[in-house]
Nanobody
Framework: QVQLMESGGDLVQPGGSLRLTCAASGFSLNNYVIGWFRQAPGKEREGISC???????IYADSVAGRFTISRDNAKGTVYLQMNSLKFDDTAVYYC???????????????WGQGTQVTVSS
């Protein structure tokens, strides 16, 4: 059974940092593209970062230069390091397994349950 479990969400002040972790099980992580998505209240879910099987990465303009995605296939985990957090980063963050190297939610075939990130002073 494919499972993706996010952790690391928290309340953080603007300018702060968090690292999200996605623990994958039930499939061979090294064979799949993994992405991070987020959904703020009243907004559509958006792709913010994606990492290919060979480590290529893409970022949405809104997080480029502040967020870093990485993967450790041996541990079955994907990380999202988030620095210089802003109020607008407040959202539920999801990791997902994708069928393509893309930030489009339409390419996702399995979602995690999400973890809340709140940026507030």
């Amino acid at each position: 059974q494919v499972q993706l479990m996010e952790s690391g969400g928290d309340l953080v002040q603007p300018g702060g940092s968090l690292r999200l972790t996605c623990a994958a099980s039930g499939f061979s992580l090294n064979n799949y593209v993994i992405g991070w998505f987020r959904q703020a209240p009243g907004k559509e879910r958006e792709g913010i970062s994606c990492i290919s099987t060979n480590g290529r990465t893409i970022y949405a303009d809104s997080v480029a230069g502040r967020f870093t995605i990485s993967r450790d296939n041996a541990k079955g985990t994907v990380y999202l390091q988030m620095n210089s957090l802003k109020f607008d980063d407040t959202a539920v963050y999801y990791c997902a397994r994708g069928s393509m190297y893309s930030l489009s939610p339409k390419t996702v075939n399995s979602w995690g349950q999400g973890t809340q990130v709140t940026v507030s002073s």
